[in-house]
């Protein structure tokens, strides 16, 4: 399984942005689909995921302002991230598996100014 992973970029606070991961190999709707990210210094963290059944799982931190989804169809995974703050500053990971953590992509920038 291959991931790729894009999306990212530099953006003010309260701002949005849309990461997407796209799938390649392995039978995509069989697995999870989640989102990690890891800040300098700081231990990478699971922001959230989502399973094979549609169901979502959302880090405290993110809960409400996050909104991961998966395409099946396309092998694509997203993470909409509405009113980011400086604290979501950090590279995000895609990640897929019959269990977390699983397959790792490479990791897409988020940098929030304040």
């Known amino acids: 399984v291959q991931l790729q992973a894009s999306g990212g970029g530099l953006v003010q606070a309260g701002g949005s942005l849309r990461l997407t991961c796209a799938a390649s190999?392995?039978?995509?709707?069989?697995?999870?689909m989640a989102w990690y990210r890891q800040a300098p210094g700081q231990q990478r963290e699971l922001v959230a995921f989502?399973?094979?059944?549609?169901?979502?799982w959302y880090a405290d931190s993110v809960k409400g302002r996050f909104s991961i989804s998966r395409e099946n169809v396309k092998k694509t995974g997203y993470l909409q991230m509405n009113s980011l703050k400086p604290e979501d500053t950090s590279v995000y990971y895609c990640n897929m598996g019959r269990r977390l953590p699983g397959y790792w992509g490479q990791g897409t920038q988020v940098t929030v100014s304040s």
């Open positions: 190999g392995g039978i995509f709707s069989n697995m999870i």
């Open positions: 989502v399973s094979t059944r549609g169901g979502t």
